[in-house]
């Protein structure tokens, strides 16, 4: 059975930093695509970083380029995203997805198979 767990959201004032973290279970992550999304209120879902599989191409979009990370940790089977010099628009639900596709490319489509349940994140001071 496939599934994700988000976790590692939270409070933080602007400039501050967060690594959320999302668990994989019923398949292994590094062979697959995964990606980011985040829904701020009254937003659609927006795609914001993904990586093909076997550690392929990453792709930020620009909003977050240079100041969030992705990365996998293939022993924990877990997908981060280090999140620094956040900022009060980076206020949204984060969750990641997978589609259980293996390519080196990636893409920001909604059309995912798999979502995890989300994590808030909130940037305020």
């Known amino acids: 059975q496939v599934q994700l767990v988000e976790s590692g959201g939270g409070l933080v004032q602007p400039g501050g930093s967060l690594r959320l973290s999302c668990a994989a279970s019923?398949?292994?992550?590094?062979?697959?695509?995964i990606a980011w999304f985040r829904q701020a209120p009254g937003q659609g879902r927006e795609g914001i970083a993904c990586?093909?599989?076997?550690?392929?191409?990453?792709y930020y979009v620009e909003s977050v380029k240079g100041r969030f990370t992705m990365s996998r940790d293939e022993a924990k089977n877990t997908l981060y995203l280090q999140m620094n010099n956040l900022k009060p628009e980076d206020t949204a639900v984060y969750y990641c997805a997978t589609d259980l596709i293996i390519s080196t490319s990636c893409h920001l489509n909604s059309d995912y198979t798999y979502w995890g349940q989300g994590t808030q994140v909130t940037v305020s001071s």
């Open positions: 990586m093909g599989s076997s550690n392929g191409n990453i």
């Open positions: 019923g398949f292994t992550l590094s062979y697959y695509g």
